[in-house]
């Protein structure tokens, strides 16, 4: 089993769609989530952080279920620049250690269209 | 100017030539990461370093090193290029705990024939 899995789509919606993406993890010692974008060949950009009681930034909103180990992106009335990879990110806490390290996924794809 | 600056962008070399790929920040972040991205494997990490004395392992280190020369730079070499090494290459940053979220350089696009 993949440490993080989303579907990778593609995704295609029409402009003021709303869209939900799923993203799972499988270590349930990740203490940190976040929500990366990352347009055609470009490098992935932090989108927002992912909080336990969740946290919405404009049309984004980001979902945290830690006792089902998933996280979602839900993004309401979709614009043509939404259009992305959206990669999900886990931070992974190894040996008990304030240190940690990021697992990506491996991106779920969105096209929206006119 | 970047925060996070990789040079070069851009590498078309052969089988067994020695590469050196270089980032650079000005974030003043302890962390540094090497990833790679390949088509439908996502970013695997390669090699990262907290701090200036320390060199850790990732996921895919065979066919790497790294060189962690200051705070501020961390280079990724190839010793011997093969074309399965062939893949877009980023460098991150972050502060301190896992807790904080990663800042990407622009990337370097490399291919090897």
């Known amino acids: 089993r993949k440490e993080v899995e989303q579907d990778p789509g593609p995704f295609n919606v029409p402009e003021g769609a709303t869209v939900a993406f799923n993203c799972t993890y499988s270590?349930?010692?990740?203490?940190?989530f976040f929500w990366y974008r990352q347009d055609c060949r470009k490098e992935p950009k932090l989108l927002m952080s992912?909080?336990?009681s969740g946290n919405e930034d404009g049309r984004f909103t980001a979902q945290l279920n830690r006792a089902s180990q998933y996280i979602s992106l839900l993004i309401r009335d979709s614009k043509l620049s939404d259009s992305a990879t959206y990669l999900c990110?886990?931070?992974?806490?190894?040996?008990?250690?304030?240190?940690?390290?990021?697992?990506f996924g491996q991106g779920t794809i969105l096209t929206v269209h006119p | 100017d970047a925060d996070v600056t990789q040079t070069p962008r851009n590498r078309i070399t052969k089988t067994g030539k020695r590469i050196m790929l270089e980032c650079s920040q000005t974030?003043?972040?302890?962390?540094m990461y090497w990833y790679r991205q390949d088509p439908g494997l996502g970013l695997r990490l390669i090699y990262y370093?907290?701090?200036?004395?320390?060199?850790n392992k990732g996921e895919i280190s065979d066919g790497y090193s790294v060189s962690r020369q200051a705070q501020a730079k961390f280079s990724l070499s190839l010793e011997s290029a093969i074309p399965n090494q062939t893949a877009l290459y980023f460098c991150?940053?972050?502060?301190?705990?896992?807790?904080?979220?990663?800042?990407f350089g622009d990337g370097t696009r490399l291919s090897i024939l």
């Open positions: 370093s907290f701090d200036v004395k320390d060199i």
């Open positions: 990110v886990v931070n992974k806490v190894p040996g008990g250690t304030s240190y940690g390290k990021l697992t």
């Open positions: 992912v909080y336990s």
């Open positions: 991150a940053t972050s502060d301190f705990a896992g807790s904080q979220p990663q800042h």
């Open positions: 270590n349930s010692a990740s203490q940190s």
């Open positions: 974030k003043g972040h302890d962390r």
